[in-house]
């Protein structure tokens, strides 16, 4: 029954199918081939501290994991048990990482800054063995383990009395003279675990394999970079001659896009320029001193950065500005041209349970380069091996090409499943992924995000899609960020309110009932208009990766603490 179904699906007319893939990973894993080209990049730098300017070459670097994984070792963890990082980007937050590959260990990362009761949550949830904390984080995390009563080592990049410094584990040793990491047959295996921010609930432990992590890293590089020489154990592609390449990001490693963009400079002998304290001043600082050649940031940072930046003069080294994590409005992607006028501005969307990209342009295509003028709002096209399909939200009936609904998506990179959970509610009855964004493809098979599923405003039987709202608020000169959601109201479902924070030359200048008359006389249609409110505030609620925690705000306004 199943096969019968498969046929039809694929047979679809409205279905959309990407390509085969260029590269397919080879039996070893992760952390054979980590080993491999951080051996092979020795005498080149592998990273760049913003803050503090510290150069970290490969062999320093390799020295740091290799002692740590005979640290591991010795530790005589199972496959199965976890390693676990809570710190944001410093020095050694990639050598846990990297250390649990090499010994074929499980890798997990928590972000520091959720509040004790998520950690407490997530502690118990995944029973870490092993624990790297940075030394800020250090009473925090101790006391988060104290009440989440479970065994685990603490290991402390920094000075400690109570715990184990991460220095400790770095003298020599006879372990580390043939240390060979981990070599993995079965690539499906789980190799970490991601936890979702829990922006809209409980975070997920969202279980990825060395084959997808792989591949998807290959991806992101291919479609998005482009420099140097990529090497595999058994693939290379060079795409210049360039000796240096630098990247310039904040992403931490408990976001996967911060591990798949260090894992791609690491297979092509790139540089990553990291910074832990993010503001348009740190990143213009940076680009000045380091000039990179590339930059990541979700288009909230991006917006940031233009503001901060608008008068700077545009670095000429700089070639490709990324934009993954959100909506790009028109307004936006114009700011960045204007800021970055030698740079190539590529979106792209992904989704850690598809191990990275969906869709994106690709900067090497000509074609790809026109379609980016052509719809500058859009992710992208679609990637290899995916096949994808648009449903109604009610009826779950496949629209054509131009409809808006649910996307749903087939593909050889999806997760192994939620750690200790069922993810059976995640599919559909004909084994299609549930992204639970609201999208549309254009006459270009471009795609276009336009809201998520669940914040989708219900007023009066119709639905109201936020983004449209907050792209019309965006026109308004004085507006620097905002979002817009449902309040519950007992006879409409819900009403719409917005949050605006405004730009600083603004400030008490501009009225919550002058924006909202600018919102309600642009909007498509009467139930568009913004009846439930309209709140200032002087900045965001984010999550160190620049995403919003919109329920958390949305929470406070209804509960009357904003």
Request: aromatic share 12%; proline share 4%; with cysteine.
């Amino acid at each position: 029954m199943e096969e019968i179904i498969q046929k039809k699906d694929i047979s679809n007319e409205f279905i959309i199918k990407g390509s085969s893939p260029i590269y397919e990973p080879a039996q070893g894993g992760l952390g054979y081939e980590i080993f491999r080209s951080l051996n092979l990049n020795k005498g080149k730098t592998a990273q760049i501290f913003v803050e503090d300017g510290i150069f970290d070459s490969y062999d320093n670097l390799l020295q740091r994991c290799t002692r740590t994984a005979v640290y591991l070792k010795k530790k005589q963890l199972k496959k199965d048990d976890i390693v676990c990082l809570c710190s944001g980007n410093e020095l050694n937050s990639m050598v846990p990482f990297i250390a649990s590959t090499f010994v074929g260990t499980t890798y997990a990362s928590i972000e520091p800054s959720m509040s004790d009761d998520d950690i407490i949550y997530l502690l118990k949830y995944i029973s870490p063995r092993i624990l790297f904390v940075s030394e800020q984080y250090e009473e925090k995390i101790g006391t988060c383990l104290n009440k989440s009563n479970i065994s685990c080592e603490l290991i402390i990049f920094g000075d400690t009395e109570k715990h184990i410094r991460f220095s400790d584990l770095l003298v020599p040793s006879e372990g580390e003279k043939n240390f060979q990491p981990v070599f993995v047959n079965d690539l499906y295996e789980t190799a970490v675990i991601y936890l979702s921010s829990g922006t809209t609930g409980n975070s997920k432990g969202i279980c990825l394999n060395h084959y997808s992590l792989l591949a998807q890293t290959f991806n992101l590089f291919h479609y998005n970079y482009r420099q140097g020489v990529y090497i595999l154990s058994n693939f290379s592609q060079k795409y210049d001659d360039r000796e240096e390449h630098k990247f310039l990001f904040y992403a931490p490693m408990y976001w996967l896009t911060g591990a798949m963009i260090s894992l791609g400079l690491f297979f092509s002998g790139g540089t990553r320029v990291v910074g832990s304290f993010f503001s348009g001043k740190n990143v213009w600082e940076a680009i000045k001193k380091y000039q990179p050649d590339t930059m990541f940031f979700p288009p909230i940072l991006a917006n940031e950065i233009c503001m901060y930046g608008m008068n700077e003069e545009a670095n000429s080294h700089l070639k490709i500005f990324i934009i993954y994590g959100g909506s790009v409005t028109d307004i936006l992607w114009k700011t960045i041209k204007k800021c970055f006028r030698t740079a190539k501005i590529v979106q792209g969307y992904g989704q850690t349970e598809n191990s990275g990209l969906l869709t994106s342009f690709n900067v090497g295509d000509p074609e790809d380069i026109n379609l980016i003028e052509k719809h500058p709002e859009s992710c992208g096209r679609i990637m290899p091996t995916f096949e994808m399909k648009v449903v109604d939200i009610d009826t779950e009936k496949i629209l054509p090409k131009g409809g808006r609904g649910e996307l749903r998506v087939k593909d050889k990179y999806m997760m192994n499943g939620y750690y200790k959970m069922d993810s059976s509610s995640a599919f559909d009855s004909d084994g299609w992924f549930k992204t639970g964004d609201v999208v549309y493809f254009d006459e270009d098979d471009c795609l276009h995000i336009i809201d998520r599923v669940k914040d989708i405003i219900d007023y009066a039987l119709h639905w109201i899609h936020p983004s449209t709202i907050e792209q019309i608020l965006y026109q308004h000169p004085a507006v620097f960020e905002n979002f817009v959601f449902g309040y519950p109201h007992p006879t409409d479902n819900e009403r719409t309110y917005a949050v605006v924070v405004l730009k600083d030359e603004y400030k008490n200048k501009v009225t919550e009932d002058e924006l909202i008359a600018f919102v309600n006389e642009r909007v498509p249609n009467d139930w568009y208009k913004i009846r439930a409110g309209l709140t200032f505030l002087d900045k965001m609620l984010k999550t160190p990766t620049g995403k919003l925690r919109r329920l958390v705000m949305k929470q406070a306004i209804i509960d009357k603490k904003v």
